[in-house]
Protein backbone atom coordinates (compact mmCIF):
# COMPACT_ATOMS: atom_id res chain seq x y z
CA UNK A 1 0.00 0.00 0.00
CA UNK A 2 3.09 2.23 0.60
CA UNK A 3 4.39 1.72 -2.74
CA UNK A 4 1.13 2.08 -4.59
CA UNK A 5 0.44 5.28 -2.53
CA UNK A 6 3.67 6.70 -3.24
CA UNK A 7 3.38 6.49 -7.16
CA UNK A 8 -0.13 7.90 -6.85
CA UNK A 9 1.84 10.97 -5.40
CA UNK A 10 4.25 11.39 -8.27
CA UNK A 11 1.30 11.03 -10.74
CA UNK A 12 -0.56 13.58 -8.91
CA UNK A 13 2.35 15.73 -8.91
CA UNK A 14 3.68 15.36 -12.54
CA UNK A 15 -0.50 16.13 -14.01
CA UNK A 16 -0.13 19.76 -11.53
CA UNK A 17 3.26 20.28 -13.46
CA UNK A 18 1.71 19.98 -16.64
CA UNK A 19 -1.19 22.00 -15.64
CA UNK A 20 0.95 24.58 -14.23
CA UNK A 21 2.90 24.32 -17.37
CA UNK A 22 -0.28 24.58 -19.93
CA UNK A 23 -1.89 27.89 -18.15
CA UNK A 24 1.75 29.50 -18.05
CA UNK A 25 1.85 28.71 -22.02
CA UNK A 26 -1.55 29.81 -22.54
CA UNK A 27 -1.36 33.12 -20.23
CA UNK A 28 1.52 33.65 -22.81
CA UNK A 29 -0.33 32.95 -25.78
CA UNK A 30 -3.14 35.15 -24.84
CA UNK A 31 -0.87 37.71 -23.79
CA UNK A 32 1.01 37.80 -27.01
CA UNK A 33 -2.46 37.65 -29.15
CA UNK A 34 -3.44 40.41 -27.44
CA UNK A 35 -0.57 42.41 -28.14
CA UNK A 36 -0.56 41.22 -31.45
CA UNK A 37 -4.23 42.46 -31.80
CA UNK A 38 -3.36 46.12 -30.57
CA UNK A 39 -0.54 46.38 -32.45
CA UNK A 40 -2.70 45.57 -35.62
CA UNK A 41 -5.11 48.09 -33.84
CA UNK A 42 -2.58 50.39 -33.94
CA UNK A 43 -0.75 49.80 -37.10
CA UNK A 44 -4.10 49.61 -39.11
CA UNK A 45 -4.58 53.14 -37.47
CA UNK A 46 -1.02 54.87 -38.24
CA UNK A 47 -1.98 53.69 -41.74
CA UNK A 48 -5.47 55.19 -41.68
CA UNK A 49 -4.04 58.34 -40.33
CA UNK A 50 -1.10 58.70 -41.83
CA UNK A 51 -1.53 56.97 -45.57
CA UNK A 52 -5.00 55.74 -46.30
CA UNK A 53 -7.14 58.42 -45.00
CA UNK A 54 -5.98 61.19 -47.73
CA UNK A 55 -7.31 58.82 -50.42
CA UNK A 56 -11.06 57.84 -51.89
CA UNK A 57 -11.85 54.42 -53.24
CA UNK A 58 -14.39 53.32 -55.34
CA UNK A 59 -14.73 49.86 -57.99
CA UNK A 60 -18.35 51.36 -59.06
CA UNK A 61 -16.77 52.64 -62.01
CA UNK A 62 -17.00 52.45 -65.44
CA UNK A 63 -15.13 53.55 -68.61
CA UNK A 64 -17.27 56.01 -70.98
CA UNK A 65 -16.84 57.91 -73.95
CA UNK A 66 -18.61 60.70 -76.11
CA UNK A 67 -19.68 58.49 -78.76
CA UNK A 68 -20.06 59.54 -82.25
CA UNK A 69 -23.90 58.70 -83.67
CA UNK A 70 -23.61 58.23 -87.19
CA UNK A 71 -26.94 58.49 -89.19
CA UNK A 72 -28.47 59.26 -92.75
CA UNK A 73 -28.82 63.07 -93.50
CA UNK A 74 -30.75 62.29 -97.42
CA UNK A 75 -32.88 59.61 -98.05
CA UNK A 76 -32.41 56.94 -100.38
CA UNK A 77 -31.03 53.45 -100.90
CA UNK A 78 -27.84 52.51 -99.65
CA UNK A 79 -24.75 51.45 -102.29
CA UNK A 80 -22.05 50.65 -100.30
CA UNK A 81 -21.43 49.93 -96.81
CA UNK A 82 -17.43 50.31 -96.59
CA UNK A 83 -17.28 49.11 -92.82
CA UNK A 84 -17.70 46.13 -90.45
CA UNK A 85 -18.42 45.65 -86.98
CA UNK A 86 -15.47 46.49 -84.87
CA UNK A 87 -13.54 47.72 -87.29
CA UNK A 88 -11.32 50.39 -86.78
CA UNK A 89 -11.86 54.39 -88.65
CA UNK A 90 -10.56 57.24 -88.88
CA UNK A 91 -11.44 60.82 -89.48
CA UNK A 92 -12.55 61.33 -93.04
CA UNK A 93 -12.94 57.33 -94.07
CA UNK A 94 -15.77 56.67 -95.87
CA UNK A 95 -18.36 54.78 -93.94
CA UNK A 96 -21.65 54.76 -96.27
CA UNK A 97 -22.48 55.55 -99.37
CA UNK A 98 -26.14 56.42 -100.18
CA UNK A 99 -27.31 55.99 -103.95
CA UNK A 100 -26.88 59.71 -105.60
CA UNK A 101 -29.06 59.58 -108.89
CA UNK A 102 -31.94 61.87 -106.92
CA UNK A 103 -29.82 64.23 -105.55
CA UNK A 104 -27.81 64.67 -109.09
CA UNK A 105 -31.02 65.54 -110.30
CA UNK A 106 -32.21 67.75 -107.65
CA UNK A 107 -28.71 69.08 -108.54
CA UNK A 108 -28.88 69.86 -112.16
CA UNK A 109 -32.30 71.12 -111.21
CA UNK A 110 -30.96 73.40 -109.26
CA UNK A 111 -28.21 75.10 -111.50
CA UNK A 112 -30.93 75.42 -114.19
CA UNK A 113 -33.20 77.62 -111.94
CA UNK A 114 -30.09 79.38 -110.87
CA UNK A 115 -29.07 80.71 -114.32
CA UNK A 116 -32.68 81.06 -115.36
CA UNK A 117 -32.94 83.64 -112.38
CA UNK A 118 -29.70 85.08 -113.10
CA UNK A 119 -31.21 86.00 -116.37
CA UNK A 120 -34.75 87.36 -114.79
CA UNK A 121 -33.06 89.27 -112.82
CA UNK A 122 -30.85 91.00 -115.49
CA UNK A 123 -33.78 91.85 -116.99
CA UNK A 124 -34.75 94.09 -114.10
CA UNK A 125 -31.78 96.23 -114.61
CA UNK A 126 -32.69 96.33 -118.39
CA UNK A 127 -36.26 96.92 -117.69
CA UNK A 128 -35.49 99.77 -115.14
CA UNK A 129 -32.93 101.18 -118.30
CA UNK A 130 -35.48 100.88 -120.43
CA UNK A 131 -38.22 103.04 -118.18
CA UNK A 132 -35.95 105.52 -118.17
CA UNK A 133 -35.69 106.17 -122.06
CA UNK A 134 -39.71 106.04 -121.41
CA UNK A 135 -39.48 109.24 -119.15
CA UNK A 136 -37.26 110.80 -120.78
CA UNK A 137 -39.33 110.95 -124.05
CA UNK A 138 -42.08 111.68 -122.06
CA UNK A 139 -40.31 114.29 -120.78
CA UNK A 140 -39.95 115.55 -124.53
CA UNK A 141 -43.73 115.30 -125.31
CA UNK A 142 -44.66 117.18 -121.94
CA UNK A 143 -42.01 120.22 -123.91
CA UNK A 144 -43.00 119.71 -126.86
CA UNK A 145 -47.37 119.58 -126.60
CA UNK A 146 -47.10 122.71 -124.02
CA UNK A 147 -45.12 124.81 -126.48
CA UNK A 148 -47.70 123.95 -128.74
CA UNK A 149 -50.69 124.70 -126.48
CA UNK A 150 -48.86 127.81 -125.58
CA UNK A 151 -48.37 129.09 -129.31
CA UNK A 152 -52.19 127.82 -130.03
CA UNK A 153 -53.23 130.20 -127.21
CA UNK A 154 -51.65 133.26 -128.31
CA UNK A 155 -52.97 132.41 -131.92
CA UNK A 156 -56.43 132.16 -130.60
CA UNK A 157 -56.33 135.42 -128.95
CA UNK A 158 -55.05 136.97 -132.21
CA UNK A 159 -58.34 135.32 -133.95
CA UNK A 160 -55.77 133.32 -136.28
CA UNK A 161 -57.12 129.93 -135.47
CA UNK A 162 -59.87 127.98 -134.32
CA UNK A 163 -61.19 127.09 -131.11
CA UNK A 164 -60.99 123.60 -132.26
CA UNK A 165 -57.06 123.65 -132.72
CA UNK A 166 -56.83 125.35 -128.97
CA UNK A 167 -58.95 122.40 -127.13
CA UNK A 168 -56.93 119.61 -129.34
CA UNK A 169 -53.74 121.15 -128.27
CA UNK A 170 -54.56 121.39 -124.86
CA UNK A 171 -55.78 117.91 -124.66
CA UNK A 172 -52.26 116.73 -126.08
CA UNK A 173 -50.51 118.75 -123.30
CA UNK A 174 -52.87 117.00 -120.69
CA UNK A 175 -52.31 113.70 -122.10
CA UNK A 176 -48.34 113.86 -122.12
CA UNK A 177 -48.36 114.80 -118.81
CA UNK A 178 -50.19 111.82 -117.87
CA UNK A 179 -48.16 109.59 -119.96
CA UNK A 180 -45.29 111.53 -118.14
CA UNK A 181 -46.73 110.45 -114.17
CA UNK A 182 -47.11 106.66 -115.57
CA UNK A 183 -43.69 106.33 -117.08
CA UNK A 184 -42.22 107.97 -113.96
CA UNK A 185 -44.25 105.22 -111.85
CA UNK A 186 -42.87 102.38 -114.07
CA UNK A 187 -40.10 103.16 -113.53
CA UNK A 188 -40.26 103.66 -109.71
CA UNK A 189 -41.54 100.44 -109.83
CA UNK A 190 -38.15 99.06 -111.40
CA UNK A 191 -36.12 100.86 -108.68
CA UNK A 192 -37.81 99.37 -106.04
CA UNK A 193 -37.18 95.92 -107.57
CA UNK A 194 -33.13 96.39 -107.85
CA UNK A 195 -33.05 99.19 -105.48
CA UNK A 196 -29.82 98.40 -103.34
CA UNK A 197 -28.89 95.72 -104.85
CA UNK A 198 -26.62 94.32 -107.76
CA UNK A 199 -27.36 91.13 -109.56
CA UNK A 200 -25.60 88.87 -107.65
CA UNK A 201 -27.03 90.22 -104.20
CA UNK A 202 -30.66 90.58 -105.60
CA UNK A 203 -32.73 88.34 -103.39
CA UNK A 204 -33.94 85.91 -106.05
CA UNK A 205 -30.51 85.42 -107.08
CA UNK A 206 -29.44 84.64 -103.14
CA UNK A 207 -32.49 82.43 -102.95
CA UNK A 208 -31.38 80.64 -105.92
CA UNK A 209 -28.07 79.94 -105.30
CA UNK A 210 -29.11 78.85 -101.43
CA UNK A 211 -31.10 76.22 -103.44
CA UNK A 212 -28.55 74.70 -105.98
CA UNK A 213 -25.82 75.23 -102.60
CA UNK A 214 -28.18 73.13 -100.44
CA UNK A 215 -28.68 70.54 -103.37
CA UNK A 216 -25.15 70.39 -103.78
CA UNK A 217 -24.78 69.89 -99.67
CA UNK A 218 -27.11 67.04 -100.22
CA UNK A 219 -25.61 65.21 -103.18
CA UNK A 220 -22.21 65.56 -100.76
CA UNK A 221 -23.71 63.94 -97.68
CA UNK A 222 -24.95 60.88 -100.02
CA UNK A 223 -21.09 59.66 -98.87
CA UNK A 224 -21.03 59.60 -94.96
CA UNK A 225 -17.22 60.30 -93.41
CA UNK A 226 -16.51 59.28 -89.84
CA UNK A 227 -16.51 62.49 -88.29
CA UNK A 228 -13.59 61.09 -85.36
CA UNK A 229 -11.61 58.76 -85.30
CA UNK A 230 -12.75 55.44 -83.31
CA UNK A 231 -14.44 51.79 -83.39
CA UNK A 232 -17.27 50.82 -85.72
CA UNK A 233 -20.49 49.53 -83.52
CA UNK A 234 -23.87 48.63 -83.65
CA UNK A 235 -23.65 48.95 -87.60
CA UNK A 236 -27.46 48.25 -89.13
CA UNK A 237 -26.71 49.70 -92.32
CA UNK A 238 -27.49 47.07 -95.56
CA UNK A 239 -26.58 47.70 -98.71
CA UNK A 240 -30.27 47.81 -100.55
CA UNK A 241 -31.72 49.86 -96.73
CA UNK A 242 -33.68 52.58 -97.98
CA UNK A 243 -32.53 55.31 -95.80
CA UNK A 244 -34.61 58.36 -94.42
CA UNK A 245 -33.08 61.67 -92.75
CA UNK A 246 -32.14 60.78 -89.34
CA UNK A 247 -31.88 57.52 -89.32
CA UNK A 248 -29.50 55.77 -87.56
CA UNK A 249 -26.80 53.71 -88.97
CA UNK A 250 -24.19 52.72 -86.28
CA UNK A 251 -22.06 54.68 -84.26
CA UNK A 252 -18.02 55.43 -83.77
CA UNK A 253 -16.60 54.47 -80.43
CA UNK A 254 -13.59 57.16 -80.10
CA UNK A 255 -11.66 54.67 -77.53
CA UNK A 256 -8.69 56.38 -77.76
CA UNK A 257 -10.67 59.72 -76.17
CA UNK A 258 -12.45 57.45 -73.27
CA UNK A 259 -12.70 58.24 -69.67
CA UNK A 260 -13.98 56.87 -66.49
CA UNK A 261 -17.17 58.08 -64.73
CA UNK A 262 -16.06 56.67 -60.76
CA UNK A 263 -19.66 56.82 -58.53
CA UNK A 264 -18.01 57.67 -55.07
CA UNK A 265 -20.11 57.90 -51.77
CA UNK A 266 -21.38 61.49 -50.65
CA UNK A 267 -19.35 60.81 -47.91
CA UNK A 268 -16.26 60.45 -49.55
CA UNK A 269 -16.24 64.07 -51.64
CA UNK A 270 -15.86 66.43 -49.27
CA UNK A 271 -11.97 66.68 -49.82
CA UNK A 272 -12.31 65.70 -53.80
CA UNK A 273 -11.26 67.89 -55.58
CA UNK A 274 -10.80 68.91 -59.95
CA UNK A 275 -7.32 68.20 -61.11
CA UNK A 276 -6.37 65.99 -58.28
CA UNK A 277 -4.44 62.68 -59.32
CA UNK A 278 -6.33 59.33 -59.87
CA UNK A 279 -4.74 55.98 -59.81
CA UNK A 280 -7.08 53.31 -61.44
CA UNK A 281 -7.09 49.64 -62.46
CA UNK A 282 -9.18 47.33 -64.70
CA UNK A 283 -10.38 44.11 -64.44
CA UNK A 284 -9.65 43.85 -67.81
CA UNK A 285 -5.70 43.82 -67.15
CA UNK A 286 -6.22 43.49 -63.61
CA UNK A 287 -3.59 45.16 -60.98
CA UNK A 288 -0.45 44.62 -63.17
CA UNK A 289 -1.57 47.77 -64.87
CA UNK A 290 -1.76 50.71 -63.18
CA UNK A 291 -3.86 54.05 -65.34
CA UNK A 292 -3.22 57.34 -63.99
CA UNK A 293 -5.67 60.47 -64.65
CA UNK A 294 -6.92 63.69 -62.93
CA UNK A 295 -10.43 64.19 -61.90
CA UNK A 296 -11.84 66.80 -64.38
CA UNK A 297 -14.87 67.27 -62.66
CA UNK A 298 -17.89 66.54 -60.35
CA UNK A 299 -21.57 65.94 -61.34
CA UNK A 300 -24.28 68.23 -60.94
CA UNK A 301 -26.37 65.52 -58.56
CA UNK A 302 -26.62 61.76 -57.71
CA UNK A 303 -27.55 59.57 -60.01
CA UNK A 304 -31.02 58.91 -58.06
CA UNK A 305 -31.64 62.37 -58.68
CA UNK A 306 -31.27 62.06 -62.45
CA UNK A 307 -33.11 58.62 -62.56
CA UNK A 308 -35.89 57.95 -65.40
CA UNK A 309 -37.80 57.32 -62.45
CA UNK A 310 -36.67 59.43 -59.28
CA UNK A 311 -36.72 58.65 -55.85
CA UNK A 312 -39.62 59.93 -53.95
CA UNK A 313 -38.15 60.61 -50.79
CA UNK A 314 -41.00 62.53 -49.36
CA UNK A 315 -42.95 58.89 -48.87
CA UNK A 316 -43.82 57.71 -45.18
CA UNK A 317 -42.11 54.71 -45.40
CA UNK A 318 -38.48 56.71 -46.27
CA UNK A 319 -35.13 54.47 -45.74
CA UNK A 320 -31.97 56.78 -45.70
CA UNK A 321 -30.06 55.40 -48.59
CA UNK A 322 -25.87 56.61 -49.03
CA UNK A 323 -26.15 58.40 -52.12
CA UNK A 324 -23.30 58.31 -54.78
CA UNK A 325 -22.33 61.09 -57.39
CA UNK A 326 -20.41 60.89 -60.61
CA UNK A 327 -16.84 61.84 -60.44
CA UNK A 328 -15.56 62.70 -64.56
CA UNK A 329 -11.45 61.34 -64.92
CA UNK A 330 -9.66 61.68 -67.45
CA UNK A 331 -7.15 59.27 -68.78
CA UNK A 332 -3.40 59.29 -69.78
CA UNK A 333 -3.51 59.00 -73.66
CA UNK A 334 0.06 57.04 -73.79
CA UNK A 335 -1.38 54.54 -71.40
CA UNK A 336 -4.47 54.30 -73.40
CA UNK A 337 -2.57 53.55 -76.46
CA UNK A 338 -0.36 50.91 -74.96
CA UNK A 339 -3.69 49.45 -72.98
CA UNK A 340 -6.62 50.47 -74.64
CA UNK A 341 -9.60 50.25 -72.91
CA UNK A 342 -13.40 49.53 -73.82
CA UNK A 343 -16.47 51.46 -73.31
CA UNK A 344 -18.39 50.20 -70.32
CA UNK A 345 -15.49 48.29 -68.72
CA UNK A 346 -15.10 47.79 -64.77
CA UNK A 347 -12.68 50.11 -63.08
CA UNK A 348 -11.39 50.73 -59.62
CA UNK A 349 -10.20 54.41 -59.32
CA UNK A 350 -8.62 55.48 -55.85
CA UNK A 351 -8.19 59.50 -55.69
CA UNK A 352 -5.62 61.61 -53.89
CA UNK A 353 -7.20 63.94 -52.28
CA UNK A 354 -3.43 65.85 -50.47
CA UNK A 355 -3.39 67.74 -53.89
CA UNK A 356 -5.86 70.74 -54.63
Known amino acids: MTDITAENADFVFTDSARAAKQSKLRRRLLIGLGAGVVLSALAYGGYDVLIASPYVTTDNAYVGADVAQINSQVSGPIARVAVRETQMVHKGDVLVEVDSADTQLAVAQAEANYRS ?3 RVSQYYAQRAA ?3 TVDARLSDVAR ?11 DAAGAISKQQVSTARTDADAAQANLMAARQALAAQ ?3 IKGVSVDTHPETVAARAALNKARL ?4 TVIHAPIDGIVDQRKAQVGQSVQPGQSLMTVTPIAQAYVDANFKEGQLGEVRVGQPVEMTSDLYGGKVVFHG ?3 GMGGGTGAAFAVIPAQNATGNWIKVVQRVPVRITLDPREMATHPLRVGLSMTATIDTRED
Open 117 to 119: TLQ
Open 145 to 155: TSDDYARDQRL
Open 191 to 193: DEM
Open 131 to 133: AAA
Open 294 to 296: KVA
Open 218 to 221: DLSR
